[in-house]
């Protein structure tokens, strides 16, 4: 059995230091996921406000994050700011501020994009009831921008998970950087370990996003109805 | 339409101001970054003390130096120094894992105060860290079959040898032995797979590599250990940190005459190695 790949994977304790790994992913995805959501529906809703240099800061904001590779986010953000403003964050903290922005920036357009499509009579027919802007908000438009805004969020949410990756660029011990320990301890003696922790690690990735695009498949199939 | 238009050229004018301010905030911190350093440095050895914890960056992936054993412990050549560091420090030790290419950006950022990822001295790095004492050497070794050993450079002239791209031992062989033929690959794996086929003659990389591949492949043998020159491998602080620098500096030297690096080559890396290696081909002698 020895001379087996799948050796690598139950040997001391690497399955349990796999699975930490994981849970490393999940929560700081989770994390990021909730705080992001939360700041880009706040700041999709003032996207669609009417004043000008709100929305082109919104657009910058946007941009800027849409544009900038991630890697290069989490560079910027672990090792540059640092030096630039003096406040040292730990990597975890690092990470989840990061992604939150990136979900907030990237969710705030699927928001004003959502917010826009509801008809224009519901605006107006809440305006005339005498609803305040902010009511207008929370009762008539946020409700139904969100089932036209779940897909493409449960997309977004599969990618955070996805992207949490390159989080072992800035030393976070995620699920992908305790793997690349284990391949390399085994290197030498099973050279085939390789194949079995990326299988096991496409494994983790797969049971943890694929019940999201299947809820995302189902709420697409009940929106139709 | 115009409009639009007009709109489009002041955001695009705003985007490239601000990504210039940008830009050159982060070249005016670096020089202001090592300034600061020698008044406000936070890795000096009283202010490690004072935070009870030393921050190291190692490998966790480059085995038997800086690797993580089955256990989830993190072990090798590298961790025995890092953990006799700190207890000498009187102070707890908290491993910060790094890849090559961030230990630099570690040690300037203040993420780390030392760096004892196999980190070899070049004239390069000099300008943007300050590196201790050495405690180990690595040179270009050369792998052959056992019986078709090859033990000198003479031997080399005009066949092939395989190397891997952007290693010492490809830049060694293209500057100094233009005679032999190189054979290069992108990865590790390649380039040894390429040997078992016999595409070339001989391997060419780094020794300390070498050793321990060999001692996986008994059939084959580093035949020639060093060539050219060696190349140290020494502990790193940010640039300016002085105290912890003379601190390393005095604690490798003590070390050094209670033989700690000879006790470590042989608990951490001769069992990796193949057996004609000796302490010497690794570790700096006084």
Known sequence: MDHLGTSVLFAGNNFSRLLGGLWTTIWIALLALLIGLILGTFLGMMRTFKNRPVRLILRLYLEFFRIVPTVVLLFLAYYILPRQLNINLPAEQVAVLTFALWVAAEFSDIVRGALISVPKHQRESGLAIGLTHWQLFRYVLLPQALTLELPATINLATRVVKTTSLLMLISVMDVINIGQQIIEANGQSHPNGIFWVYGLIFFFYFIVDYPLSLLAKKLNAANQH | ?286
Request: glycine fraction near 6%; charged fraction near 25%.
């Open chain 2, 1 to 286: 339409m115009k409009k639009f238009n007009l709109k489009k050229i002041i955001t695009t004018g705003i985007v490239l101001g601000i990504s210039t301010l940008f830009l050159t905030a982060c070249g005016s911190s670096s020089k202001s970054g090592s300034a600061a350093s020698n008044s406000n440095n936070s890795s000096s050895v009283a202010a490690i003390k004072k935070r009870g914890t030393i921050k190291v960056a190692v490998f966790g992936d480059l085995k038997p130096y800086g690797w993580v054993n089955k256990d989830g412990k993190r072990v090798g050549y590298d961790i025995t120094l890092a953990r006799r560091i700190a207890k000498d420090l009187g102070v707890k030790i908290k491993f910060v894992q790094v890849n090559a290419d961030s230990r630099v950006d570690a040690l300037s950022s203040n993420k780390v105060d030392l760096v004892l990822a196999n980190f070899t001295v070049t004239s390069e790095r000099k300008q943007v860290v300050d590196f201790a004492k050495a405690y180990m050497k690595v040179s270009v070794g050369v792998v052959s079959p056992k019986n078709a050993l090859i033990t000198n450079a003479e031997q080399l002239k005009n066949k092939t040898v395989i190397v891997s791209k952007g290693t010492t031992a490809e830049t060694y062989f293209t500057e100094n032995q233009k005679s032999v033929s190189l054979l290069k690959f992108d990865s590790k794996t390649q380039q040894f797979n390429a040997l078992k086929n016999k595409r070339g003659v001989a391997l060419a990389d780094d020794n300390t590599y070498l050793y321990a591949w060999a001692k996986a492949h008994p059939t084959y043998q580093v035949g020639i250990k060093q060539l050219g020159d060696s190349s140290s491998i020494a502990p790193a602080v940010k640039k300016g940190n002085k105290s912890l620098l003379n601190w390393t500096n005095k604690e490798i030297s003590k070390l050094d005459k209670q033989g700690f690096f000879e006790k470590a080559y042989n608990n951490d890396l001769k069992p990796y190695f193949s057996s004609d290696v000796k302490a010497s081909d690794v570790i700096i002698e006084k």
